[in-house]
């Protein structure tokens, strides 16, 4: 158990962090991307709904 957390510590020591700026830009990234899948999905939900009404 030891060496396993001694090994998980020196690759975590390896792993290279965003700067603050990079952080930034991809939370900006990840926000948008889920509201426009958000909206994609609630227009092609609507749109089913609307034609299944149809019938």
Do not use: H
């Not at 090994?7 to 930034?24: A, C, D, H, Q, Y």
């Not at 991809?26 to 958000?38: A, D, E, F, P, R």
């Amino acid at each position: 158990m030891f060496k396993f957390l001694n090994n998980v510590s020196r690759e975590m020591k390896k792993v290279s962090w965003p700067k603050g700026k990079e952080l930034i830009n991809y939370t900006i990234i990840v926000v948008t991307t889920v509201v426009l899948m958000s909206i994609f999905f609630m227009v092609i939900d609507q749109l089913i709904s609307l034609g299944l009404n149809l019938l």
